[in-house]
């Protein structure tokens, strides 16, 4: 059988200590030189295109192979036990065109081993990730993209004895770090880290366990077991199980936890970047709030909901029943959140009192500014030492109530008129207690940019993102700034104050039906909002009446060929309303800490 590999300087040294010397088969080998210089590590300089040099190598050997079967290799990774009997098994089973080994829980596959017969599907499909590293500077999340979505391409997974360092558990591994290891290993790929001495040491581990024998590999996963727990390890089964799942089955409707479900359409400052403040939220949304009885039925009904964000469109605070709201979220064990933003400009003291109470968990607050010269600047309206009154009010809440509730966070959008305040609002959120988040301003989201950043070097440093505004970040990262903003469509639906679902935050062209008048089951498995979840995923054209059409993160996608991928909007954990009893009814900061970490051992243990 052919074996293909590439490497470049930066990992010669894994392919003659580590790849080269584990061969057990008697491969008709071909080693290909790239000379990108560079460090090796993911995405930094030479990454991209040594991944571009291996697609085309694999483009090339598809055409001299025609009709054949062929391995490709990458050379971090090493072999326990022949390989060749089972990979051929693996390909001929149902006649597949590529099978590889599994990369992570949520099913994807991973390119840097993979048994491959040479036809013009799998041709396409090299063609297609070739093209696709261009914008993408990768080639792993195109790769299943395609695969997911390429009709009449059989593909699937190598058996597990083929893994990778996050088959199994997808954490990014340090030094040291243990990963499980199947029963009778065939080889592993130490993947998921960055750094070749990290890939070193992943291999020399992976090889001293397996050296020791079964009591070995048990006795490191049952560590890894107790460190990670079993939930990750039950996802690859049943990924396994599975198979290589299409696109449309991502899009099946769950019922989520966690949702967003806006207390106001209405704010009293004009920002000038505001789609609220210049109207054009309230001309499609409406210009309201939440109403309490709608509040109640609707937690009433849904009884599975735990996790409420309260804030998108408009101001929280106005809500006048927003006490009330609190207070019935509390006696539901709801926990609520008003994470988007909050300016707290108005407040009543009702308000403040409820929101440490009923034990809101986290307020973020939006002060663009440590002054009220700056501050006004774009919170046109508002009043900088009001908020920060507010703020200590909370506090003082706080104390007297011996709750830790509201966590407080300072949000701080960078813009050119307020950079050098940075510094000093950071200092003052400490002062107060508050976490501090420097953001990128909306550019020309909403309209022309407002007061564009000069201090390129600042913003890059101060938002920890390396990048200056949302424009760099595209270009860097390949995906719009707010991309993540898809994934509240599965995983965080959000609602607008009159019940229509809008399944993000960002839409406010359209609706997927009301969910006061006909429950979110019915609107989460609407026929529309499922087009809306093919078309995030890059499986279905763009249709006028799904508001994503009109949206710039779907224009970014389209453009980039970026879209959502299965991993990403995969369930996550949501705590239930059982633990939100708990946290409510415990009064002090190290009992709730203590009882997060057992609950954080148990849920490891199930
Ligand atoms: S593309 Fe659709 S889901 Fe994504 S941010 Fe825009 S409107 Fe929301």
């Known amino acids: 059988m052919k074996l293909i590999s590439t490497y470049t300087d930066s990992h010669r040294r894994l392919k003659d200590e580590w790849f080269l010397p584990s061969l057990q088969d008697h491969y008709d080998l071909s080693l290909f030189h790239c000379g990108v210089q560079g460090s090796g590590n993911y995405m930094e300089a030479g990454w991209s295109e040594a991944v571009a040099f291996k697609s085309q190598v694999l483009i090339d050997a598809i055409k001299a192979n025609w009709g054949g079967v062929f391995v490709y290799a990458d050379v971090d990774l090493e072999f326990f036990q022949p390989a060749e009997h089972i990979l051929r098994e693996s390909i001929e089973d149902g006649n597949k065109d590529i099978v590889c080994h599994l990369d992570d829980p949520s099913g994807n596959l991973s390119t840097g081993f993979f048994a491959l017969r040479a036809n013009e599907r799998t041709l396409k499909l090299w063609e297609e990730v070739r093209k696709a590293i261009t914008t993408e500077r990768r080639d792993q999340h195109a790769f299943n993209r395609l695969v997911r979505r390429m009709d009449g391409l059989r593909a699937g997974y190598l058996p597990s004895r083929f893994f990778g ?11 040291g770090a243990r990963f499980l290891i199947p029963h009778s290993p065939i080889m592993f790929h130490a993947n998921w880290t960055v750094g070749l001495d990290n890939k070193a ?75 609220t403040a210049s109207g054009v939220v309230g001309k499609t949304l409406g210009t309201g709030f939440l109403k309490l009885e709608h509040f109640k039925a609707f937690l009433d009904a849904h009884a599975w909901i735990s996790q409420i964000e309260l804030s998108n469109w408009g101001e929280a605070f106005l809500n006048p029943e927003l006490p009330h709201i609190l207070a019935y979220a509390y ?59 507010n703020i200590k009010t909370i506090n003082r809440l ?48 909403y309209g022309p940019a407002f007061s564009p950043v000069t201090d390129r070097a600042l913003i890059q ?94 224009r970014s996608m389209l453009t980039r060929d970026a879209w959502v991928r299965p991993d990403e909007v995969a369930p996550r954990y949501v705590e239930g309303r059982r633990m939100n009893l708990l946290r409510n009814r415990l009064r002090n900061k190290l009992a709730i800490a203590a009882c997060e970490k057992l609950y954080g051992m148990w849920r490891k243990l199930i």
């Open 165 to 175: 360092a996050g088959t199994f558990h997808p954490i990014q591994r340090q030094a």
């Open 461 to 554: 440093r101060e938002t920890g993102l390396g990048v200056a505004d949302r424009r760099e970040y595209e270009e860097q990262r390949g995906r719009s700034y707010i991309a993540a903003a898809c994934h509240q469509v599965w995983l965080s639906p959000q609602i607008n104050a009159d019940g229509r679902l809008l399944g993000c935050s960002v839409n406010h062209w359209g609706d997927y039906g009301n969910v006061f008048a006909d429950g979110l089951e019915a609107c989460l498995t609407s026929e529309k909002l499922a087009y809306a979840k093919a078309m995030l995923m890059g499986e279905k054209e763009a249709r006028p009446d799904v508001p994503c059409t009109s949206c710039s993160v779907y």
């Open 201 to 275: 040491d992943l291999l020399q581990r992976a090889k001293r366990i397996v050296g020791h024998g079964p009591g070995a590999i048990a006795a490191n996963n049952a560590i890894c077991y107790l460190r990670h727990g079993v939930g990750e390890p039950h996802r690859a089964r049943a990924a396994y199980r599975q198979g290589v799942r299409r696109p449309a089955e991502w899009s099946a409707p769950r019922r989520p936890r966690r949702v967003a479900l806006d207390a106001s359409t209405a704010c009293q400052l004009k920002c000038p970047s505001c789609p």
């Open 331 to 389: 006696r539901r064990h709801v926990a609520l959140t008003i994470d988007n933003g909050a300016n707290l400009n108005h407040a009543r003291a009702e308000a403040l009192d409820a929101l440490v109470k009923y034990r809101l968990r986290r307020l973020s607050c939006s002060i663009d500014g440590a002054s009220q010269e700056t501050y006004a600047v774009y919170r046109v309206r508002g009043n900088f030492d009001r908020v920060i009154e």
């Open 398 to 445: 706080k104390r007297a109530y011996r709750s830790p509730y509201p966590a407080l966070q300072w949000q701080f959008v960078a813009f050119g008129h307020n950079q050098h305040e940075i510094g000093t609002a950071r200092a003052m959120a400490k002062d107060l207690g508050m976490a501090f988040r420097c953001k990128l301003s909306w550019d020309d989201l």
